[in-house]
């Protein structure tokens, strides 16, 4: 940790929504203790509606793009957040000492699938977006402390 701050890479499958919305939490939130990146399994590029519900809050994530976690297994990362089970089960073997944990959110997309109108999806997305902003808000000091970090009814933190 030579630059004083967390690497925190958080994972997710398409690094479109949940993990874009957890980078843009930390460096609005956290920039000043986390240097945040994310990535997926299977990028598919930034969700329209994510950066929409970003910008309601203040954070812009326009500028951050969709990235294969390939992409950046050469960045000594001290945590490695998977934000979905798919991500987990998915995750690469990090080189160095990077620890990984599992904290589920919902899908975003998938919840507003059925909605019957734009603002009912759009709930959604803003639900999810308040749920990564409360974790992150308490970051890295539950990190470092050792507590269980599993919001929303996730499974419990996990290292491998």
Same mark, same amino acid.
């Given at each position: 940790?030579?630059?004083?701050?967390?690497?925190?890479?958080?994972?997710?499958?398409?690094? =479109?929504?949940?993990?874009?919305?957890?980078?843009?939490?930390?460096?609005?939130?956290?920039?000043?203790?986390?240097?945040?990146? =994310?990535?997926?399994?299977?990028?598919?590029?930034?969700?329209?509606?994510?950066?929409?519900?970003?910008?309601?809050?203040?954070?812009?994530?326009?500028?951050?793009?969709?990235?294969?976690?390939?992409?950046?297994?050469?960045?000594?990362?001290?945590?490695?957040?998977?934000?979905?089970?798919?991500?987990?089960?998915?995750?690469?073997?990090?080189?160095?000492?990077?620890?990984?944990?599992?904290?589920?959110?919902?899908?975003?997309?998938?919840?507003?699938?059925?909605?019957?109108?734009?603002?009912?999806?759009?709930?959604?997305?803003?639900?999810?977006?308040?749920?990564?902003?409360?974790?992150?808000?308490?970051?890295?000091?539950?990190?470092?402390?050792?507590?269980?970090?599993?919001?929303?009814?996730?499974?419990?933190?996990?290292?491998?």
């Amino acid at each position: 940790m030579l630059s004083g701050k967390l690497k925190i890479l958080f994972l997710c499958t398409g690094n =479109s929504c949940r993990s874009q919305m957890a980078e843009g939490w930390a460096r609005h939130l956290k920039a000043d203790v986390i240097e945040a990146y =994310s990535a997926g399994v299977q990028p598919k590029g930034l969700n329209p509606d994510a950066v929409a519900v970003m910008k309601e809050a203040g954070v812009d994530i326009t500028g951050q793009t969709s990235k294969h976690v390939n992409d950046v297994l050469h960045v000594p990362f001290d945590y490695v957040v998977a934000v979905c089970g798919d991500a987990l089960e998915s995750c690469p073997v990090f080189p160095g000492q990077a620890k990984v944990l599992h904290v589920g959110f919902p899908d975003p997309p998938a919840l507003a699938k059925n909605a019957r109108t734009r603002q009912e999806a759009l709930s959604h997305y803003r639900r999810v977006r308040d749920q990564i902003r409360d974790f992150v808000a308490g970051l890295p000091e539950s990190l470092n402390r050792g507590k269980p970090v599993s919001p929303c009814g996730g499974r419990p933190a996990e290292s491998r």
